[in-house]
């Protein structure tokens, strides 16, 4: 019944996968949808890396005691965990992929300004990698993702090679947010005014500008403790005049708005699934619009929360405190808009829908915990506990995840031309929302126990709270790899998708699936904005069979 | 004039006509040149913070950076900036010969940049004024001393690292101006190189006074 | 009330409240608490309801929605609803923070050292101890924190209280237990290999019994054994008060070649009378002499100089350890003319712990 590639609709025509063979014909191309592909696997491969580190350190922490390593080794392992998921997929992931291949189609390109830059985030990606997980795992640095001096810079482990590995990494982010802005300003087709563009471009721009303002004070700054450990300085020593509390304001003016390089591109997504599956115009597309603006520029005053137990001066952490609460303001909005959009709409619960809706759910509540801790006084108590690391992973993984595989189901007819089993998907997608809430709201209850964070030995009474915890991590786990297997599965076996199975009206929807070579025949011209669905429009693509 | 340039060949299949192209270039070089600042901002913070903190020590110890030195290379930079937005000016016109020429001066000046650099490295290396726990000047002691030279030398380090990038650009942007590849329709290398010249200058003017004068 | 603060507390997992700040804290925390579980899951609800309500017609794939867009009132609720409910949170959990900042007057002061991987404790005048620290109940108790190698966060969840401890520097906050008990102190910033097991214990005492416990300790009535685990051999001179170690130190490091004890002028200025005192300085700054100058002074001692005296006095960065420092800092105040001279005479003796 399921036709076989060879003879598979699909890939009769020419589109970007078959048009050029050969691994060569990868490794040097300049197509931004190539790239996009290239990135997925390679993040997915980080994913799924840190996932296994992520899933050991579950099982370790189901006794008080040593259940499965040694202390040495936990260090080791939520250092890999914390740097694998961070740079090598939280924050390239969903622009590397999705802005990668939808930005151009969505605004009408042919490609992004500059293909060859862009094949260069590539390879800047691959060294980065490369280099930072070979020092993580031959010399055991044992820091925390972190890297809070002087630990850092007196520690016996490995610490040079990782931040080199994070600072090239660094240059691969940056490059691609500098592509990204000047494709948006450059590139729009006649008709897509700023107005109409799709609320996922905005969103990459805001975390473009984010990316290209931020990521180089990191990468001087992990420079400096990389001197440090080589050289001996004392930049940040404290035994040689230097101030350990120097390097936290620095990594953190980077590291805070880099949780918005995380989030904002998920917020962007989710706001193109809504209209789609909701098959509803957004309501307030301008406020939905100028709140991701508005996050990134905030998001840059706030950073200070990071050091409210760090002995900085109460008029600090007040200014902090207060800027942090207007971040939430603007998700606050976004929530608000999102739920609205589906009044009066016309829904359809696909897999890619539940994922919205999780992802919905955990914002709210991940993004009020956050909201509590900038009260300040409750950070005092919530401070380095598995509060903080349950108020991360909320948004984190339960935001910005459930929205990767919210567009990943979305897209991923359009990327490869093959449906996946969407009955096969729904039950994965309550799996890991499941095992998500499962994993985390025992560690909200840990952290107001008091429980530290990085604690490889812990007090008998965290065990059923932590017990409790693994089993959720097991059931996550179980969940992804469903959805691993049966994406595999379509690529093999999927039917064929035909243009646009989910009849959106968003822009990048005016392409076969899989698209060409070529984006568009032409330039094309807009006279609509995107996911306009209050009249039936002319010529519109109708379904595959 | 646009079409000249696309039938050399120059405009890209994705790009709509040569002035689109040309503002993308230069949008992407401004945003990496705001990149620049900001890796820069990190080592003005750590000076800012320093200062602060050991105020009679940074005073005591900025004695002895080479103040003619510095002022020297500031003059040399300065202008070399000239001779750069010079070399631009004339690329605009064509003038591929006069470009040559005016990028020859303006490397020759980043050379001698480096070269009075040197030489400050050198005295400083001899009388062990060097950066934190290597520091052993006998004639100023004291806390904030050696962070002093820690600051100095990273600072005036990575902007000389900035200056050799530079100095390659220009060099390459020069072998095309020799070939002839610059005109009224497509000088888009040498704008580009110029900016990243500019802010070199730019940022040199920055670490002077703070390091030197005050 | 009681019972609700009860419930809602073992609800959130919460420990004790041993003092009235933590039950404070703890007010907000159910405030945030209910207010975000109330308007998260009306939200929430309000999403499910349109999900429900609006599905799509079937076999109409082409459905058409209409274009909604928000009216000023929506915008005003959206906006305003959420940043009052914020601020109000902000106005009610700062000043709790800058509370925790401000030590009161009269409070007693602990300095508390971290070190990989255990907590030194000493008070002014009274014993040293490592892992176990007592304080009177009811009464304020000031902490001095620093630390000995890399940054260590001191955590007593029963207090929610917390506050880093930074090698080179003196962090502060306050706190007043004024219930007797013993809770786990526990280490809150990642320090290494031991960070998980540095862990300590809070002895909250009726506040007759640890006056009466000092004064023992104070007397050495009685050979007192050290609290806690035995101090590595590397650890000398565990007699006298901190204020006579604090002369003993002085002595050793050369300080009294420049600095006198009763007035004289010299070629540093007299530590008589200098603790708490205004000093101005040659950069026409004044300064209040408190612990923070003094531990400065002996750091980087040309950062901050009295006017009229030379800045030649060398640093003791890497020469005098913190509890050094603070031993020094400790017999300076002890030199205040105004301050009561009801100092013992004898320290107590201390029998280092053999065996564990």
Redesign the interface.
Known sequence: MSPSPASSPVYNTPNYLNAEKGVRSWLTTLDHKRIGVIYLVLTLTGFFLGGVFALLLRLELLTPGPTIMDAMTYNRMFTLHGVIMIFLFMIPAIPGIFGNFFLPLMIGAQDVAFPRINLLSVYLYLLGAAIAVWGMIHGGTDTGWTFYTPYSTTTVTTVAPVLLGAFILGMGSIVTGLNFIVTIHTLRAPGVTWMRLPLFAWAMYATSVIQVLATPVLGMTLLLVAVERVFGFGIFDPARGGDPVLFQHLFWFYSHPAVYIMILPAMGIVSEVVQTFARKNMFGYKAVAFSSLGIAFVGFFVWGHHLFTSGQSTFASGVFGVLSMFVGLFTAIKVFNWTATMYQGAIQVSASFVYFLGFLYFLVFGGLTGIALSTVSLDVHWQDTYFVVAHFHFIMVGGTIMSFLAGLHYWWPKMFGRMYSERWALAASVLVILGFNATFIPQFLLGNMGMPRRYYSYPQQFQSLNVASTAGATLLAFGFGIILTYLIASLVKGRAAGPNPWRSRGYEWNTPSPPGVENFPGTPVYDHGPHEYHEPVAGEVTRAH | MHTEAAAQGRL?????DMK?QE??AR??MW??L???I??????F??YG??RF?????FEEASKLAHVTMGATNTVVLITSSLTVALAIHHARKGENRKVVGLLAITIAFGALFMVLKGFEYYHHFQDGQL????YHYAGVT???V??YF?VYF?MTGLHGLHVLIGMGLLTWVAVRAARGHFGPGYSTPVELSGLYWHLIDLIWIFLFPLLYLV | MNLLNDFLRDLLFLPVQASDWARHLDFLHYFVFVASMLGGWATLATGLVFVLRYQRRRGEDEQSTPIVNPKPIHEAVFIGLPLVLFLTWFAIGYPQYVELQTPPKGAIDVYVQGKKWMWKFAYPGGPNSTDVLRVPAGRPVRMLLTSRDVIHSFFVPALRFKQDALPGRYTQAWFNANVPGRYPIFCAEYCGLGHSSMLGELVVMPAEEWDAWMEQQRRGSQPVAQDGRPIPAEEVDLRGSLIEQGQRIAGVQGCFKCHTVDGTQHIGPTWRDLFGRTVKLESGKTVVADEAYLTRSMMEPNAEVVAGYKPVMPTYQGKLSAPDAAAISEFIKSLRTDAPTAEPQKGPIYVPVTGK
Do not use: D, I, N
């Open positions: 890209a299949h994705h790009f709509p689109t503002h993308a949008m992407g945003l990496f705001s990149t620049e900001l890796l820069f901002a990190v080592l913070t750590a913070l320093y903190l050991f105020p009679l020590g950066p934190g726990r290597f004291g806390p904030g050696s962070m820690t990273l």
